[in-house]
């Protein structure tokens, strides 16, 4: 306590001295100086520099920019804080074209050089101190052993372990007005292996949920809260996305599919590529050439922004599925962070697959169950596995995720600039009736049937387009896009 008196008593040149000097006595610089701030000095090349400010204003979290030199003029705004940029810091680090290549103690050698770059300051390490003494708190003790002063808040948060997310309420009894839903951050768990939460607003969770709870078809008693949330929020943070789909089930026609799974599969992926994200579909080897046609087909008249990879897997083995999923089979770097499976044909206990009419069509199917159960063993990689309409509403999901100011905020780690929903590409993405239907006409154009009633018109599984399917798809739409 004795010497950190005295330390606050000295002039900042004095106490700049004993830091560079590294003193043993000095384990904690916050509040030591008071009016002064920390700071780090980046040096760049005066073609860089107007590129290099615009990013600090766009990241003034991380990057707090308290100042810049004009080339050949090293006294940077804060004199007296640095008196010679070019020698009282005591290392300095190189870097040549984004590589490290060692540390200097000094930059006078590099002169001419320095004539014509840039100098940046950013803040760093910024004490609170002076803002919590105007708030009534009491600043941290300095004989403590801590870096900075815990206090209990009337602060509304919500946590996880290891982690606490606060909102800017200034008090727990604050006006109703000011507790909106969205605002008010939930926390969800949502993969074990490596451990991974996510946020989402409380307004942004519950219209997905209410998604979730549309027309259950009689199996409602089969679904697990939140699953379809859950799965949207780690389809958001995914940066390579493989998806599944083809069932079959008409074992006597050409092609034997079902127009039950690609309309989800294509909407899915239409709004994971508008995100600039890695997607691909994978399919029955024999089916390719009808999935490519498909695809090509749907870019042609607009449900698709551009061509998706036609993937095929014949397996053999765990080593043949990892060696898919991984790059260099190597399992620390997956090829993919989700796998989807929408409406697609899944082995029985005996090792075969079968139709609803208890026909066998393993022969048409190949074992891209392996895949997922590869996945299940490599971490990293999620799986999720929905109905045709369940590949609109992970669509729609991740539309509400993306307009969700509290999800943005996470997902870019709070840097750079927010940008309004209107702004993005994506939103021209979601799914609609005029796109489902034409997606629907071109499998009926490519002879794909019902699943249910062997049909070759415009119905899914038994159900009209028209009414039933038109009427899901823009009840889902309606849902997404609302406001609060």
């Known amino acids: 306590m004795p010497f950190t008196l005295h330390l606050r008593s000295r002039l900042p040149s004095a106490i700049r001295s004993l830091i560079l000097q590294k003193k043993p006595n000095i384990r904690n610089t916050s509040s030591m100086a008071e009016e002064l701030r920390p700071a780090s000095l980046v040096v760049l090349p005066r073609s860089l520099a107007p590129a290099f400010e615009r990013f600090c204003q766009a990241n003034t979290g991380p990057l707090p920019l308290l100042g810049q030199s004009e080339p050949e003029k090293w006294m940077l705004p804060t004199q007296g804080a640095i008196s010679e940029t070019r020698m009282s810091h005591p290392q300095f680090w190189k870097y040549e074209f984004g590589v490290c290549t060692g540390s200097l103690a000094s930059l006078e050698q590099y002169s001419e050089q320095l004539k014509d770059m840039v100098a940046f300051l950013l803040g760093c390490s910024f004490s609170l101190e002076d803002a919590l003494e105007k708030a009534g708190l009491p600043r941290r003790d300095p004989a403590g052993q801590s870096q900075a002063g815990a206090y209990k808040t009337p602060l509304a948060f919500a946590s996880i372990p290891g982690c606490t997310v606060m909102t800017d309420l200034k008090d727990a009894k604050a006006p109703a007005g000011c507790v909106t839903p969205e605002r008010i951050p939930e926390v969800h768990h949502i993969s074990q292996d ?94 390719w050439n009808l999935h490519q046609k498909i695809v090509e087909d749907a870019v042609e008249q607009g449900v698709l922004k551009a061509q998706i990879p036609i993937l095929t897997y014949q397996g053999g083995s765990v080593e043949a599925a990892q060696a898919f999923l991984c790059k260099d089979g190597d399992p620390q770097t997956p090829r993919f962070d989700h796998l989807v ?128 399917h038109a009427e899901m798809i823009q009840k889902l739409v309606d849902i997404t896009t609302a406001q609060v």
């Open 341 to 468: 499976a929408i409406e697609r044909a899944g082995r029985a206990a005996d090792g075969n697959y079968y139709n609803a009419r208890k026909m066998n069509i393993k022969h048409l199917v190949d074992p891209i169950d392996d895949l997922f159960l590869a996945a299940k063993k490599i971490p990293g990689i999620s799986s999720t596995g929905v109905s045709n309409w369940g590949g609109y509403a992970l669509a729609c999901a991740l539309y509400i995720l993306y307009s969700c100011a509290v999800h943005s905020q996470y997902l870019r780690k709070a840097v750079g600039p927010s940008r309004a929903p209107g702004d993005q590409a994506w939103t021209q993405a979601l799914p609609s009736v005029i796109k489902e239907e034409k997606m629907l006409g071109i499998l009926v154009q490519h002879k794909v049937r019902s699943g249910v009633s062997g049909i070759m018109g415009m119905e899914v599984d038994g159900l009209p387009f028209h009414n039933t």
């Open 194 to 287: 490596p451990l991974h939460y996510s946020i989402a607003s409380v307004s942004a969770s519950q219209k997905i949920r209410e998604l979730e709870s549309m027309r259950n078809r009689g199996i409602g008693h089969l679904l697990c809260k939140d699953e379809l949330l859950k799965a949207s929020l780690s389809l958001s943070h995914a940066r390579s996305v493989l998806i599944t789909t083809g069932f079959p089930t008409h074992f006597n026609h050409e092609p034997p599919e079902e127009t039950d799974g690609p309309p989800g599969a294509v909407a899915l992926a239409a709004f994971l590529q508008a995100l600039e994200k890695e997607v691909a579909i994978i399919v029955d080897q024999r089916a």
